[in-house]
């Protein structure tokens, strides 16, 4: 058997995927990413999100033989090879797009940049015929279809290694430990499919990948009251999350004396399947399986299923702390995916055949934003205030500090876009705004170069409107929000003394390494006398990645510190993961006096 491959990208991923011609989906890729924390696909229904999930669950077996490296040699060098796929699958026709005769398409472009001084796997396509239980597989690196002919194959124990012959030299094409790696995580998620309420605990077989009947019970038992420590730390912290959400005194879980059923014991009271109601039954099962399985990633369809608008939040992230990586939903609840979700893809019907899958972003206009998705939906998740903050990515750094001062369940976070929006001729859009809301706030950046500063005139300009409209604004007295984590914060996320935390007004970009990567080297001292050491623009950045008992996800439950974010995503700018692990290591004594100041300016004590 080959040796686990070690992760290319530790504790982080970022995966982009294409799909053509799979289900409803026409020739047309459509594309999404596969990325650490919560991500939602919202769309009416049969508009194809929930296939989106299943085509994860559907070609597990694909997956798994991706998830060995010798398996992965054979399918990339050799005629095409079949597959089984799961057994919910009555008719293996089904999972082809019947508006044309051509085959499945799956793309998995990896965001890597080198392995090992080798070039890196770069998109891994997967051909199904039209047709048949098969499958192939194409490897590219630099857009270049890797060649299995002429080329030479060694094993160094972690990793297979793919080389040619050039002139009298050897040189690496790739490695396929990175696939293994993948093929490992696509093969590991936990499908928890609709109608969850049909589902009986103490039923026969499984339900996709919802276990159930005797084994369910006998897992948990084991999970319980086994010999590791671990697994009975994981059982009684299981059982606390449902205590807490659900606002119990006491609650535990324990098998029936003939291990057919479960009794639930609730504030000293016992009660049998029957008589609890489906929506605490959703959580049993769902967080009793993922707890038992350790999946990489959680793919639930309508979590929002039988469970009231404010539990629906916790139930999702907290069903993302049981996951490595985090939590795939469909839904079609928008306020929901806007309220807890990382990325959140719109899916939609395109012309009379096809689909599209597309990033869903706000608009400029962010009073028509707030009417689209009816500021209702968010006041019945719990949330009762808007927050006005810099830009997109300084929207993943507020939630931490709303989670500080508990209040990640009342506020909505919108991005104003930045100079688009912060300036004099912001009126009339904060005045719709405040015509949504009653409870608005703004927090905006200085952008001051020294202590004393005045601040420019776009900035002042968006403070007097805020102020005509009496939504209370505070602009930062340092540059950015960065500029406000402490050395000690940053240094306990990332567990090492080499790092440091910004000056007042040291920008970002001035952060760039000099000499070796992770090397500190002396520069200038700064006015409060701290060394400015040039360092890895990471020393800043989303400080959890080695980590995985310190994770983070987005808005309320999901700030508890359980889901990882990646360092490498292409996508997100560093300025959106540079701080992210080191607030979530802080408490409200890590941070800047005048920081804290600003969040009673803003609220956040009230």
Known sequence: MTPRPVLSYPCAMDVE?????????????????????????????????????????????????????????????????????????????????????????????????????????????????????????????????????????????????????????????????????????????????????????????????????????????????????????????????IRRIFGFE????????????????????????????????????????????????????????????????????TLASYA????????????????????????????RDGREVRDFTGTDALAEFLGELGFNAYQDLGFETVLLVEGPTDVTCVQQLLRLYHKEHNVVLLPLGGSSMINASCELQLGEIARVSQKVYALIDSERAHAGESVGVDRRGFADACSKLKIPCHILERRAIENYLTERAIRAAKNSDKYRGLGPHEVLKAANPVGQRGKLEDSKVDDEGRSERHRPRQVLGATVDRCPQVRVRSLDATLSGESMVPLTSRSRSPRSRQF??????????????????????????Q
């Open 17 to 241: 995927v294409t799909v053509s011609n799979y289900r409803c989906f026409s020739d047309a890729p459509v594309r999404f990413a596969l990325r650490t924390g919560l991500q939602a696909f919202v769309g009416v229904n049969n508009s194809g999100k929930s296939s989106l999930l299943r085509l994860f669950y559907e070609l597990r077996d694909i997956f798994a033989a991706l998830s060995d490296q010798n398996r992965v040699l054979h399918a990339l060098s050799n005629p095409p090879r079949p597959f089984n796929l799961m057994p919910q699958v009555k008719d293996p026709s089904e999972i082809f797009y019947d508006r044309n005769d051509r085959d499945i398409v799956l793309g998995f472009e990896m965001m890597l940049t080198t392995v090992a001084n080798a070039a890196a796997p770069g998109r891994l396509e997967i051909v199904i015929p039209r047709g048949t239980r098969n499958w192939s597989a194409g490897l590219y690196v630099n857009r270049a279809l890797v060649p299995t002919a002429n080329v030479h194959v060694r094993n160094d124990g972690v990793n297979i290694v793919v080389s040619r012959q050039v002139g009298n030299v050897d040189v690496e094409v790739v490695r396929l430990a990175p696939l293994a790696e993948l093929g490992d995580a696509l093969r590991r998620m936990l499908y928890l499919g609709p109608f969850r309420n049909a589902v009986n605990i103490g039923g026969s077989g499984d339900y996709y990948d919802i276990q159930i009947g005797q084994p369910f019970i006998t897992n948990w038992k084991t999970l319980k009251t086994g010999y590791e420590k671990k697994q009975s730390e994981a059982a009684y912290k299981l059982q606390d999350d």
């Open 580 to 605: 992210r692990g080191a607030v979530t290591m802080a408490s409200p004594s890590h941070l800047a006096p005048e920081l804290t100041d600003g969040a009673s300016c803003i609220g956040l004590h």
């Open 324 to 351: 490595e990586h985090g939590v795939l939903f469909a839904t079609h609840n928008l306020g929901l995916a806007r309220a807890v979700s990382d990325r959140v893809y719109s899916v939609r019907k395109a012309g």
């Open 250 to 317: 006491s609650f535990d879980i324990n098998a029936s004396d003939d291990g057919q059923n479960l009794q639930l014991m609730v504030d000293g009271k016992t009660y049998k399947q029957s008589e609890i109601g489906s929506g605490l039954i959703q959580f049993v099962l769902a967080l009793v399986n993922a707890a038992t399985k350790h999946p990489s990633f959680i793919l639930i369809d309508e979590p929002e299923l039988n469970l009231h608008p404010s539990l629906q939040v916790d139930f999702l992230t």
